[in-house]
């Protein structure tokens, strides 16, 4: 009882409290704690106030978005748990008659012929039938609701329900008139004497039904939506989130033109016509595209051009595969952008160095210039080009014509947004699903745009919407069949699990268990207590010594350089180095093209794989090569640049041979300035590699018997290249192989006892022989 009592004193205070704010603001800023206790509170124990919460849910959603049918389904809700709270019975029936404009959908009948055969028109009559006699029955439950809106509303909404009841009332009484018609006429057709009077009569009913159902859907058209009252562009552009140099520039832009054209209206003379090609810049999602069709609206509004359209093309609908083909696409696309704006994205893949001679993304360029110019289309559209802003200069640098269309004041470029912006960007597309997000949900909103957040191929806006959906998904699939209010209209810290797996285990741990590796066990851990040190000394405001953490592993194959990798990629992110801590495993022929061009390119898209991670580049020393045309000095100078572009967001691992990796680290100072970090991996020692045989025995529940170690070490002692921990790991599988056989030598399975668990030295012995390593 007393427990009861506390919750309801919390409740009361609460309530007061967003009383006051929802009186104050309208709405009520964390509507998830709202919602939160309102699913915590019982109907049975808190009827009143779980009456009361529901009511101000209802208000504060409808002070963001007006009265929905979410709002309204709250507001039944607290009617019916407290029929006395009249502020909540008021604010239902004033609004509840937008709940009625779907009532009259299901009020549709088939088309009604005379010349239909005697089958068709009783299949019709049936039909009609069908349809009046479910309207009927549900119209008078409907038009009860109204008469009792009628009643409690005041003002404008009482004139709303008087006329909708009118109309409703109206509605039922031609709907019975038109069953009744429609009953006459399917006896008429059974009967001798059939009389086209009921088929007119249905007619007429029917016109009249049609007519009073557009009366009933104009009651409920807002005039806000009406296409005249277009809303202005300067104003859509500053409800966008952040980009306030862009809507400065914007501003300009939009000032510049309307200065222009009042010069011209007053009839001042302009040599040159008005130029309203653009160039917009920035990285995915930074809204390139929704800035373009603003400029169309602007342009529109203005009257510098006579539409708003924005046609949207990009290469693959340009250039295309045959000679003629291109001219004839590029000027399709001018043509129905007459008017309006053509916006090309992506532009700088029209024509890209290193491009074969048959491709005609140079007859794309020199077509949209020549149209551009010239008298037939020339003025009559423009033209906005889109796409990364390093790829865009040199694509204008490259086609001095097109660059003359664009000078540097019709610039704009879209910086990417912050982290503060892209929380906003994603709790209003919540928002605009009917979701709320609680303050676990923000973190997980956060955590996940923080590790998203990886390289300038990240999608800005457009990446957190993404998030925003997957969370929605996530939710939807794990509710039950009966979701509960959180289900339906709250996000939580759960529906943000990150998408990259989750590092299964601690990689301190790991590191540990394995075997040997002492000198590099140390190592590595020497590195991570100097990590730490210089985290402690930044969050005290204390001077950093710089970390450097790429890193050289040398060896011999076999040596553990890929497992230390993996494990070397988790540490980073468990200190928080790293944001995604995967391994990324490359060789030369990860990087190195065949052809002029194409070397960085292919070097950069692996290097994007790995970014919030470790790339390990296995016999790295590979890369370098004497002969002629090689392009693997290409890859050297494009990683050395991308380390240095990406700088703590990635992490590279050169493996290999000693003297050949000193060979390669000497061919490029660049490169060599670059890795300060090296780890030795020595050969396993005989012990070392039995233990990693046993290990990998006892994990499929083998036991190596005391003969076979006996001889494993024998065997093994002095033996080349003996200390390569792959070579035992395909020894003890060979000898699992070997000893299957040799048990079931006869083909048949018989009760082998402890025999199925023991790997003797026989099993070894030929294992060594399959393998190419007889024993002494």
Request: proline content about 3%; hydrophobic content about 35%.
């Amino acid at each position: 009882m007393e427990e009861h009592q506390r919750k309801g004193n919390i409740g009361v205070q609460k309530i007061k409290k967003w009383e006051e704010e929802l009186k104050k603001n309208g709405f009520i800023a964390d509507e998830a704690e709202l919602l939160i206790l309102i699913s915590k509170l019982s109907a049975e124990k808190h009827p009143g106030e779980l009456s009361s919460l529901l009511s101000l849910a209802a208000a504060s959603r409808a002070g963001r978005k007006g009265i929905d049918p979410v709002a309204l389904d709250w507001l039944e809700k607290a009617v019916a748990l407290n029929p006395t709270d009249t502020r909540s019975r008021i604010a239902l029936s004033t609004h509840k008659w937008k709940g009625k404009v779907e009532i009259l959908s299901s009020l549709v009948f088939p088309v009604l012929r005379e010349t239909d055969n005697p089958a068709a028109k009783k299949k019709t009559a049936e039909q009609f039938l069908s349809v009046c006699q479910q309207f009927l029955a549900e119209g008078e439950g409907h038009l009860e609701d109204l008469r009792q809106g009628m009643k409690i509303s005041a003002g404008s909404s009482s004139d709303i329900y008087t006329r909708l009841t009118s109309l409703l009332e109206e509605i039922l009484q031609e709907t019975a008139a038109l069953l009744k018609a429609s009953l006459e006429y399917d006896e008429s057709i059974a009967g001798v004497f059939h009389t086209s009077l009921h088929y007119e009569e249905m007619k007429e009913k029917l016109k009249n039904i049609d007519l009073l159902k557009n009366s009933w859907e104009a009651e409920f058209t807002d005039a806000s939506e009406s296409p005249s009252n277009q809303t202005d562009p300067l104003d859509e552009l500053n409800n966008m989130v952040g980009l306030l140099s862009v809507k400065n520039r914007v501003r300009d832009h939009y000032r510049y033109l309307s200065y222009q054209k009042k010069r011209k209206d007053l009839g001042y003379r302009t040599k040159e016509t008005l130029n309203l090609n653009m160039i917009i810049t920035g990285n995915p999602g930074t809204g390139k595209t929704t800035i373009a069709r603003l400029l169309a609206k602007i342009y529109n509004r203005l009257g510098i051009l006579p539409r708003a359209d924005v046609i949207e093309t990009d290469r693959s609908q340009l250039v295309g595969s045959f000679v003629g083909q291109t001219e004839e696409n590029v000027r399709k696309a001018v043509e129905s952008a007459l008017g309006g704006v053509l916006f090309i994205d992506e532009a700088y893949s029209l024509k890209r160095a290193g491009q074969s001679g048959n491709d005609y993304g140079q007859t794309a360029i020199d077509t949209l210039v020549s149209l551009m110019t010239g008298n037939d289309y020339g003025g009559n559209f423009a033209v906005i080009l889109a796409g990364y802003t390093e790829e865009m200069r040199q694509f204008l640098a490259a086609n001095p014509g097109l660059r003359s269309r664009f000078p540097t004041s019709s610039h704009i470029h879209l910086p990417d947004y912050s982290d503060e912006e892209l929380m906003q960007i994603g709790e209003q597309a919540a928002w605009d699903n009917d979701y709320v997000l609680t303050e676990g949900a923000r973190e997980g909103l956060r955590q996940r745009i923080v590790l998203e957040r990886v390289d300038e191929t990240f999608g800005n806006a457009r990446t957190v919407r993404s998030i925003i959906d997957d969370a929605v998904f996530k939710k939807g699939a794990e509710s039950g069949n009966e979701p509960d209010l959180l289900s339906l209209s709250l996000l939580e810290q759960e529906d943000f699990s990150a998408p990259f797996p989750v590092q299964g285990g601690d990689p301190h741990a790991e590191l540990e268990q394995l075997i040997g590796l002492k000198e590099i066990k140390e190592e590595v851990k020497s590195l991570f207590s100097f990590i730490r040190m210089q985290q402690y000394r930044r969050d005290r405001g204390l001077p950093e010594v710089p970390i450097q953490l790429h890193s050289v592993f040398t060896g011999n194959p076999g040596t553990g350089k890929t497992t230390v990798a993996k494990i070397y990629a988790e540490l980073l992110k468990d200190c928080g180095i790293l944001k995604r801590g995967h391994l990324i495993i490359g060789s030369r022929a990860d990087f190195v093209a065949g052809y002029v061009g194409q070397t960085a390119g292919k070097t950069r898209k692996k290097i994007r794989e790995a970014l919030g991670g470790v790339l390990f580049i296995d016999e790295a020393y590979s890369l370098l090569s004497e002969s002629e045309g090689d392009f693997g000095r290409e890859v050297i100078e494009t990683l050395v640049e991308e380390m240095t572009r990406h700088n703590e967001n990635l992490v590279v691992v050169l493996a290999g041979y000693p003297a050949e990796m000193n060979i390669l680290l000497e061919s490029n100072p660049g490169l060599k300035s670059r890795f300060k970090k090296f780890f030795n991996f020595d050969d396993y020692s005989v012990g070392e590699l039995l233990d990693i045989m046993e290990t990998r025995a006892e994990q499929y529940q083998y036991t190596v018997s005391q003969r076979a170690k006996e001889f494993l070490v024998h065997s093994l002692s002095g033996a080349e290249n003996h200390g390569n921990g792959r070579l035992a790991i395909n020894i003890i599988d060979e000898a699992i192989q070997t000893q299957a056989f040799r048990l079931m030598e006869n083909g048949e399975i018989g009760d082998f006892g402890k025999e199925a668990v023991i790997l003797e030295d026989v099993d070894f012995k030929t294992a060594l022989e399959k393998l190419g390593r007889g024993g002494k």
